[in-house]
């Protein structure tokens, strides 16, 4: 196990977690030892009504419990927390980074669930294997040490386990203590989505590893979204298609995408195996890209929110 940990790019991966220069952020006073990404984020929050927020607490708290029972499982047995900090150290950094992005993608769309309009991601690109959901919480937990106490994964890595069972453990007692209330639950939540965003965002921009993803690039519709698109008669005639600019006559179906505008099948469907966007409003539509489902979900978060993506409030 010591052979194969020195090798492992730990260092670059804490650093783009934590945020090399993310940390106690404060624009003009207004947003004060809270980064802007958390700020959005709670910003966002803020307008959902009681219910909701009720209902996500308990949404919430139910994933981060049965993501405690993979870690009390991972940590309590030798075998398995070798076999997994293995298995970590196989794969490639471009897929440790596809890890960290599709576990951001699902706490995305737990958090956005409730905001208008939002269509979930393909249930394909949230989901992972029991194997890779230990993989990245292991990944996680590792990080989370290592911003904790610099110096605590110092040691000979055969003692790792034990320390991170000590640290694990404090954790848990903090949170019981705290009970299940919004705050307890979803603030912890956030801050994971806010770093794993972080690292996220530095892996794509700087070209860290990430597999040559580039940010604001055109993907296209996602197959499920597509067939998921309902076919409408066109009731008055006159109406143009964008794409062709031919009228849609009278009594014709066609396709009407969530944002209600129309267009014909034929025009719109080769569009949309390019573009998941709408041609009149640009409304995004699901794609099968795990990291432009990052970025059209945290889109919304933005649009909800009364913070704008430099943290500054509006």
């Not at 940590?75 to 980074?97: N, R």
């Amino acid at each position: 196990m010591v052979h194969f940990l020195r090798h492992l790019p730990w260092s670059w991966l804490w650093d783009k977690y934590e945020g090399e220069s993310g940390h106690g952020e404060e624009e003009d006073g207004q947003i004060k030892g809270q980064n802007s990404t958390e700020a959005i984020i709670m910003s966002a929050l803020s307008t959902l009504s009681a219910t909701q927020i009720s209902h996500l607490t308990r949404c919430v708290y139910s994933i981060l419990r049965y993501h405690h029972l993979r870690l009390s499982s991972l940590l309590s047995s030798p075998t398995i927390f070798a076999h997994t900090l293995h298995h970590l150290h196989s794969i490639s950094l471009p897929h440790k980074t596809l890890l960290i992005a599709r576990h951001l993608l699902s706490t995305l769309h737990h958090l956005t669930r409730f905001f208008q309009s939002t269509i979930p991601p393909p249930y394909s690109r949230t989901s992972l294997k029991l194997r890779d959901l230990d993989a990245v919480l292991l990944l996680l937990l590792l990080c989370q040490l290592r911003q904790h106490d610099p110096q605590a994964l110092e040691t000979c890595p055969s003692e790792w386990r034990t320390i991170l069972c000590t640290h694990f453990s404090k954790t848990m007692l903090s949170l019981s203590g705290t009970g299940a209330t919004s705050g307890a639950v979803l603030i912890p939540y956030i801050e994971v989505a806010a770093r794993c965003r972080r690292f996220v965002g530095a892996v794509l921009s700087g070209g860290g590893g990430g597999g040559g993803e580039k940010l604001g690039r055109e993907v296209g519709a996602s197959t499920a979204s597509v067939v998921a698109l309902p076919s409408v008669e066109v009731r008055d005639g006159g109406v143009e298609c964008v794409i062709c600019k031919e009228e849609m006559r009278q009594g014709r179906d066609v396709c009407e995408l969530p944002c209600e505008h129309l267009f014909h099948w034929m025009c719109i469907l080769p569009w949309l195996v390019k573009r998941n966007t709408c041609p009149c409003c640009r409304f995004q539509l699901p794609s099968d890209d795990v990291f432009a489902e990052i970025e059209r979900l945290w889109d919304v978060v933005v649009k909800s929110s009364s913070v704008n993506p430099h943290g500054e409030c509006t």
